[in-house]
């Protein structure tokens, strides 16, 4: 291990540098000195240093020359390249070799100072710095509870605690995640009984202030670009939360400019009634009115989702009073990627909307409870946050918006429904008839065993659903319940415990991304 702020400088004018080195020595630091590349070379191997401080145009073999040597001996080691002279090649050379950093005599101490603390103890500094932003952030978040916030506030709160569950994971701050975690599980309790009195009334009145709920994504959202650009590319990344939008949105960044806006998902948070909602503008009562060969409760729920294309193009000839041509593919492998990214230039070329429908996180959300290999990959929520962005950066998803910042077509990027991390089994009293999910269900004389692990929901309409039997009401969980039955309680909490779920009514559930990329080269 290397010695704390620890300097070897190398450079055959060293005596010229004793002033630098007197500052960096009054500054805490231990600075070693080498005239010639080869004897730095002899002192590296003997012990590791915190940083190289080099010379680019030393007797013998040149600066970088002996940059690729110290590579050898430790890939790691931060070197910093200190020249005179200013020709861009140099400067080129540097940065291709992934020189750590470059600075043109004559130096002055403070410069000098500038770059190693930033090498030596930049990581350290940003971490006390998170950790003081948070600590205080905290409080005034934690003073929140209890509040009656507005659907606006509910928004910007979660958004920001997203942000924050990030930035903590990636900075390894395991106590601060924790009172994360603690401020949002208490949260979701105030945000289930939010929705319990709110919900129904923002179906009642359209008009009044609710947030923007799945089936405005077509009028508030996609309706605009559409008529802006005449054509747009609208993707539908299956089970996206706001944590996995913000670790792939950075390399998003680099090629679009991007608008965030966020909206609510109908309940229950499920494909079927989410998604279906996005690509009709209906809630499922008015698509099983409207369509019934599209919609009935005999139908498997997967088969509810076969007719998105067509009810798109319902929703955009209302909505623009004219038919506009719809492109629809939905990708599940990489064979429906390749034969995607293939068809895709010739969709991107013309007019219209060509929507995609991505499934991969989807999959993997679930396909982790039955797969030991995926559980492994993915076993907390920050597994999964990296094993997106891993997944995202060789994706057709990746590819497929490439190839539309190339045509200069705008995006608009939004998921169905979030899930949830599930550890809490909560009983529940069914008939034979109830159905399977285990974040929301559907039965006769259907009660939970805590009253606060669910939302109830007797009147089935007053939630844009369906009438069903009579008797009939639906179950969704909250905070990070999954429902299991009494006779079959210790199976379903071994195989169900850890899962990440959706159909309840959590905030990673329900309050969604929506963003508008704008290709940076258009």
Known sequence: MPRPKSILWVDDEVESLTSHILFLEEQGFAVDTSAHGDDALVMLQRQPYGVVLLDEQMPGRRGLEIFRAIRAIDGAMPVVMVTKSEEPDTLKDAIGAEISDYLIKPVNPRQVLTVVTRLLEGDRIRQQRLSRDFATRFRELEARRGEQLAWREWVELVAELAEWEVR???????????????????????????????????????????????????????????????????????????????MIRPLIGKHFDIETAHYFSILPTATPFARNAIFSGLFPAEIKSRYPRWWSEQQEEASLNAHEAELLTEQLKELTGRAVPVHYEKVFTATDGDALLRRLPGYLSKDGVTALVFNFIDQLTHGRTENSTLFEVARDTPALRSLTRTWFERSPLWDALREA?????????????????????????????????????????????????????????????????????????????????????????ARYRGAFLHGGVSPEEVILPIALLTPRRG
């Open 168 to 246: 903590l994971g990636q900075a390894d701050e395991p106590g601060l995640q924790d009172a994360l975690r603690t401020l949002q599980e208490s949260l979701r309790q105030d945000f289930a009984r939010y929705l319990k009195r709110h919900y129904a009334a923002w179906l009642r009145d359209e008009r009044g202030d609710r947030p923007p709920l799945s089936v405005d994504v077509g009028a508030e959202f996609l309706r605009p670009v559409l008529e802006a650009h005449g054509r747009v590319l609208l993707v539908v990344v299956d089970c996206l939360r706001l944590d996995q939008w913000a």
């Open 405 to 493: 910042e190339r045509r200069g077509v705008p995006v608009l990027l939004t998921t169905d429904h979030g899930s949830i991390h599930c550890h809490t089994p909560a009983t529940v009293f069914a008939k034979r008839d109830t159905t399977s999910n285990l974040r929301y269900k559907f039965g006769d004389d259907l009660r939970a065993q805590d009253a606060d692990a669910a939302l109830v929901v007797d009147d089935l309409p007053s939630f844009g659903l369906p009438a069903r039997a009579p008797g009939t009401r639906l179950l969704l969980a909250t905070g990070d319940r999954f429902f299991v039955y009494p006779t079959k309680l210790r199976e379903y909490q």
